[in-house]
């Protein structure tokens, strides 16, 4: 058999995954602190949230390559508790926002085309870009009081094939939201080079509400969500915040139920196509075709989105809460060690750890799995190769903290035997 170069990734086990396995296999506690799956991190969903599947609409098949109204017209509605005005005709659902990337990819790039990917970033993006043969090129951000996006940075890694910017908003795994002197320097990139902005919002609704966004100093956001209820002081999305942008750019947002009703598993999402006309009726016409070519959405769960949508601050809060509470453990915990730095972030899921880049990541990420907590190297997201761990802040609290203290005790004995010699 061949195959296509497309698909000719390593696919064997790499080192870390062995000994994950094998650690799971012989039965030795671990603190998993890469849990990321809100379906598995000991949240109490509403029992009768499943009621929405059994929708006797559901038995008829109404193909609607944008997606059924009804359930566009949800999504307006979850933009309108963000303060934008969006129109059902402008929205395309899909089965994951992986999927409307995919849309997009094609939508925008021919073969061999570039992305331009700030970093550090979420991973998934590698394998998108090959499947649609398209190119990455990462820019990077830049760690100066905060995450900052490098305008500089970016427009040099451009190239004449480059085509399209993805901007995650708030990032994953930094917890950087764009503020609007970084919006507007965007658009200036992208209007004098033609280029579409993706923006992924799937962390939109996990700002930080407190003080807890940084263990130094207090960092400025474009906007709050004192509440976690919709309607009450949202995130700006780039459906709307950023209104300068979207009358010169072409505007992709895309969102999805996986993070912001914590239904991973429910595969519903979509892209709000915005920006100037033509272009956005144009992108519209074009997209329907390739949705129409996959008809990807199935009716019950088109018919359970308007429900999901409006119930979703009621794992929303517990989520938040659950991210407060472990970043504040955390925090508590690494001030005995004065070595590690926690980064400051604004929102999403996950904290960034600078220690000390006394040996590669991969190997401390090692020693810790033996120590019984299983962490991210910070590589697994574009950071460098030492010096970085990435945890997430979605596991239940007691396996976090006990997680927390491992890795804490690794990290003092580990400095103190650095500076013992
Ligand atoms: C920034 C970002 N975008 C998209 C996704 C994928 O979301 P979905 O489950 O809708 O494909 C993830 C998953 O973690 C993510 O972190």
């Known amino acids: 058999m061949r195959f296509s170069d497309r698909s000719r990734w390593n696919t064997e086990e790499t080192a870390l995954a ?8 012989a039965g030795l506690p671990l603190a998993d602190l890469t849990a990321s799956n809100p ?11 499943l009621a929405a599947l059994t929708d006797a ?5 109404d193909p609607q390559p944008r997606g059924t109204l009804a359930a566009r017209q949800a999504v307006c509605a979850y933009y309108a508790d963000h303060g934008a005005s969006v129109d059902p005709d402008r929205i395309i659902l899909t089965t994951s926002t992986s999927e409307a990337y995919s849309f997009l990819f094609r939508l925008l790039l021919n073969p061999g085309e570039e992305i331009l990917v700030p970093q550090p970033s979420y991973p998934l993006f590698d394998f998108l870009a090959d499947l649609d043969d398209v190119c990455l090129r990462p820019a990077p951000l830049v760690y100066h009081d905060g995450w900052q996006i490098d305008p500089e940075g970016l427009r040099r890694a451009l190239t004449p094939q480059t085509r399209a910017l993805v901007l ?9 939201f764009t503020k609007p002197w970084e919006a507007e320097a965007l ?4 209007r004098e080079h033609a280029l579409s902005l993706i923006v992924d919002e799937v962390f939109l609704d996990y700002p930080m509400t407190g003080n807890e966004g940084t263990r130094e100093r207090g960092t400025e956001r474009t906007g709050s969500a004192e509440t976690g209820e919709p309607g009450g002081g949202a995130s700006p999305s780039f459906a709307s915040g950023f209104d300068g942008l979207l009358a010169r750019v072409p505007v992709f947002v895309v969102s999805g139920l996986s993070k912001i009703a914590g239904l991973p598993q429910m595969k519903a999402a979509w892209i709000v196509a915005t920006g100037p006309e033509p272009e956005r009726t144009g992108a519209l016409a074009r997209l329907e075709v390739i949705a129409d070519t996959f008809l990807s959405m199935n009716a019950p769960i088109q018919c359970a989105l308007p429900q999901w949508l409006e119930r979703r601050s009621e794992i929303n809060k517990k989520i938040r809460a659950r991210v407060a509470a472990n970043l504040a453990q955390l925090d508590a915990e690494l001030a005995g060690v004065p070595a590690v730095e926690r980064l400051a972030l604004e929102g999403g899921w996950y904290a960034i750890l600078r220690i000390p880049a006394l040996a590669p990541d991969e190997s401390t990420v090692l020693a810790l799995l ?14 460098p190769s030492a010096g970085w761990l990435v945890i997430s802040l979605l596991p239940p609290v007691t396996e ?6 491992l890795l804490v005790d690794y990290l003092h004995k580990n400095q103190r035997s650095n500076i013992t010699g």
């Open 18 to 25: 062995r000994a994950h396995r094998r650690r799971l296999a």
């Open 39 to 49: 379906t598995r991190c000991g949240f109490q969903y509403p029992e009768n949230l």
């Open 57 to 61: 609409r559901a038995l008829d098949y």
């Open 168 to 176: 995650v908003h708030p990032n994953n795994p930094t917890g950087h």
């Open 187 to 190: 658009a200036q990139l992208c």
């Open 370 to 383: 033996e120590c019984g907590v299983w962490v991210h190297p910070g590589f697994f997201f574009g950071l």
């Open 400 to 405: 976090f903290r006990s997680g927390v203290t």
